[in-house]
């Protein structure tokens, strides 16, 4: 046997995860340009107020200079203004030209880093140290340079950050919980008609009613029935066919047979009586080939009346049948008084018969057969077994295949190779099954399976 395929991936699962990876690509590309947004909002506005209280500084320092008429130099006048103000940002005034340099504020900051740099915002440091620094000329004539700690780096700013990447893992769980509610309700009536289909029987006119309430699944509905109404009619022709063929072939065959047994009773010579009856044999071997295929069509025609059957009774009158068209010993039953199943009571008759008739044929003369009539898991079952040599298992699952026959029996023993596939028939249009297996007397067992009839309720008094 081979081995069992994987399991294949679902539908909605492969729409959850798409979604869950595109909702958090989406969630990553939010977050991400939320806080370059931020960032970019945050530092424009940080440079823009140290950039004023730079201008402040170099206006102030510069009406110092003139309200003195040039008797205060740069230093005192830095100073004085400085003294009044008290900034809380860390203020350097310098001149690259003079080498004068004054400070107020925290925290310290070294000039190296930007000594070069004329009008310019930076950044300095990183971590919890990164400052933020702007830097301009006052009338090329000094430099004022203002710095604070850096507006990206404030533990305000880290929350946020940290607040934003918590709630994308959340937002992602969210969204594939909604989702997966969404995807099951739209999905829903692909479920309704894959249930609807696979309830389905053969016949005429079989179609999936589901209305679905999209235009996709109206599509797939519709191609579906399309696709049922052509293998109906492919069934149908092919019914016909199987119902009228054997009936053609019937006429012109007993006409033949007419005319070989009138020659066969004018005939003396030994040689052609031989032949003749040959003819005779093959004659009948076509007869009851176009028999099982009568028998076929008309486990597959569409109408198909039924009626209780008894089971115990039909295993015993089939019985009587064989015992008394054969001189082997008669089969032996086993059956109680009653065991009803709705069905076709001449087909399953043929069916029985053929199984017992092919049990007799396979297992060799003088051979056992049982037949048995039971319940089992709210089936009644017909049973035949016998006590010969069995079916190999190698070649078990093909023996109800039309026309099968083994190439160790081919040439040994007479047949069509459609007595099997005739009972399968039968049972499967009966809503049953059939099982083969080993005898408990040694040979071959074969099982039809099939749904009991409800009892009808007790009526009181």
């Known amino acids: 046997m081979s081995s069992a395929e994987p399991a294949k991936p679902t539908l909605i699962g492969q729409l959850l995860g798409w979604?869950?990876?595109?909702?958090?690509?989406?969630?990553?590309?939010?977050?991400?340009?939320?806080?370059?947004?931020?960032?970019?909002?945050?530092?424009?506005?940080?440079?823009?107020?140290?950039?004023?209280?730079?201008?402040?500084v170099c206006a102030g320092i510069l009406t110092e200079l003139r309200e003195g008429h040039g008797a205060v130099d740069l230093p005192a006048a830095t100073n004085e203004f400085l003294d009044e103000m008290l900034p809380n940002q860390r203020v350097d005034v310098f001149d690259r030209a003079t080498g004068f340099h004054i400070s107020r504020g925290e925290p310290d900051l070294s000039f190296d880093r930007a000594a070069g740099l004329r009008d310019r915002c930076v950044s300095?440091?990183?971590?919890?140290?990164?400052?933020?620094?702007?830097?301009?000329?006052?009338?090329?004539?000094?430099?004022?340079?203002v710095a604070e700690g850096d507006s990206l780096h404030t533990s305000v700013v880290r929350r946020a950050a940290l607040a934003l990447l918590g709630v994308l893992p959340i937002s992602a769980l969210l969204g594939a919980l909604i989702s997966r509610i969404v995807?099951?309700?739209?999905?829903?009536?692909?479920?309704?008609?894959?249930?609807?289909?696979?309830q389905l029987e053969p016949g005429p006119g079989v179609r999936v009613r589901v209305a679905p309430p999209t235009a996709e699944l109206a599509r797939l509905e519709t191609t579906?029935?399309?696709?049922?109404?052509?293998?109906?009619?492919?069934?149908?022709?092919?019914?016909?066919?199987?119902?009228?063929?054997?009936?053609?072939?019937?006429t012109p065959l007993t006409a033949l047979r007419i005319r070989l047994e009138e020659l066969r009773a004018t005939t003396t010579a030994p040689s052609t009586c031989e032949q003749l009856d040959t003819s005779i044999e093959d004659l009948d071997a076509v007869d009851r080939l176009i028999d099982a295929l009568l028998?076929?069509?008309?486990?597959?025609?569409?109408?198909?009346?039924?009626?209780?059957?008894?089971?115990?009774d039909l295993a015993r009158e089939?019985?009587?049948?064989?015992?008394?068209?054969?001189?082997?010993?008669?089969p032996t039953v086993e059956a109680p008084d009653e065991i009803l199943v709705?069905?076709?009571?001449?087909?399953?008759s043929r069916a029985l018969a053929n199984l017992v008739d092919n049990a007799r044929k396979y297992a060799g003369p003088r051979s056992r057969v049982h037949v048995r009539a039971f319940t089992q898991n709210g089936h009644g079952v017909l049973s035949v077994e016998d006590d010969g040599p069995g079916i190999p298992d190698e070649i078990r699952p093909f023996v109800f295949e039309r026309f099968y026959r083994s190439a160790a029996v081919r040439h040994r023993i007479p047949g069509s190779g459609l007595g099997l596939s005739v009972v399968d028939a039968i049972v499967r249009r009966h809503r049953g099954h059939i099982e083969a297996g080993r005898s408990d007397l040694g040979g071959e067992a074969m099982r039809i399976l099939l749904p009991l009839l409800p009892q009808r309720p007790a009526v009181g008094p």
């Not at 995807?183 to 696979?198: C, H, K, N, V």
């Not at 579906?224 to 019937?250: G, I, K, V």
């Open 19 to 56: 979604q869950f990876l595109l909702t958090s690509l989406a969630c990553v590309g939010l977050v991400v340009g939320t806080m370059a947004v931020a960032g970019l909002l945050l530092r424009s506005h940080q440079d823009h107020v140290l950039r004023d209280l730079g201008r402040t």
């Open 124 to 145: 300095v440091g990183s971590g919890r140290a990164a400052l933020r620094s702007c830097q301009q000329r006052c009338e090329d004539r000094f430099t004022v340079r």
């Open 183 to 198: 995807f099951g309700r739209l999905l829903r009536p692909l479920q309704e008609i894959t249930q609807a289909a696979a």
């Open 224 to 250: 579906l029935n399309d696709l049922l109404a052509r293998l109906d009619a492919a069934m149908s022709r092919e019914r016909r066919f199987a119902q009228q063929a054997p009936h053609e072939l019937r």
């Open 295 to 312: 028998v076929l069509a008309e486990a597959d025609d569409a109408d198909f009346p039924t009626a209780p059957v008894n089971l115990c």
């Open 318 to 330: 089939v019985t009587l049948d064989s015992a008394a068209q054969c001189g082997d010993p008669a």
């Open 342 to 348: 709705a069905g076709n009571p001449d087909l399953l």
